[in-house]
């Protein structure tokens, strides 16, 4: 079966830590990868997408993610994490066969001031 | 730019109430979806709609219907509110389908019942 695999559920980190989070997909064929994050209380957001093109792919607040397609993976990075970066992050899956998205169970970041 | 606008924000609804979760959006997207997020388990999609007058069950779709009258409104009806339905609803939508497109997601609803 199709699935989105995020590994951490839960992660703590300090200010200034570096940050990745990873993500797993089983699908075949041509896929594109989104990683949305959720603030406390407010809706998703888009972080950064991979559609073709450069694997690395940069998005907004200091966020990248890049696409490794023999390991399945788009695993999510930031050097140097913020107070702010404190949310939920989803990584979600389209396969160009079905047209459907799956979602990830997420990750939530909690960072210490 | 309004986006994606959902109504009400919060609501506590008693076992076997009935209420809509209104859904509109204003930039002419074609696709529009209803997903449930619970903690833990992501997001999970109750239906969609690939065009006014067009809806499809999703994953969870038991207990939720909707209609597409028009582009820009997607409402999710509750016939029969039960415990199980407690979750926070999260209406989007895209051009087209999601394959090469973003998805554009409203504030969500969070709905108890009780």
């Known amino acids: 079966a199709q699935s989105v695999s995020q590994h951490n559920h839960h992660v703590i980190l300090s200010e200034a830590a570096s940050l990745e989070l990873g993500c797993n997909y089983s699908y075949g064929g041509t896929v594109n990868l989104f990683w949305y994050v959720q603030y406390p209380g407010q809706h998703l957001q888009l972080l950064l997408k991979?559609?073709?093109?450069?694997?690395l792919v940069k998005g907004i607040k200091g966020f990248e993610a890049e696409f490794i397609k023999s390991k399945f993976s788009f695993n999510l990075r930031k050097p140097s994490v913020q107070w702010s970066d404190t949310a939920e992050y989803f990584c979600a899956v389209v396969s160009n066969r079905d047209d459907k998205i799956i979602f990830g169970k997420g990750t939530r970041l909690h960072i210490l001031p | 730019n309004a986006g994606v606008t959902q109504t009400p924000k919060f609501r506590i609804l008693k076992i076997g109430q009935s209420m809509t979760l209104q859904c509109t959006q204003d930039m002419n997207h074609n696709y529009m979806y209803w997903y449930r997020q619970d903690p833990g388990m992501g997001l999970k999609l109750i239906y969609y709609s690939v065009g006014a007058g067009i809806t499809d069950k999703g994953e969870v779709p038991n207990g939720y219907n909707v209609s597409r009258s028009t582009t820009e409104d997607f409402p999710l009806r509750l016939e029969l509110a039960a415990p199980s339905q407690t979750s926070v609803y999260f209406c989007?939508?895209?051009?087209?389908?999601?394959?090469?497109?973003?998805?554009?997601f409203g504030e969500g609803s969070w709905l108890t019942v009780v």
């Open positions: 989007a939508s895209s051009p087209q389908g999601v394959s090469g497109n973003t998805i554009y």
């Open positions: 991979y559609f073709s093109g450069d694997p």
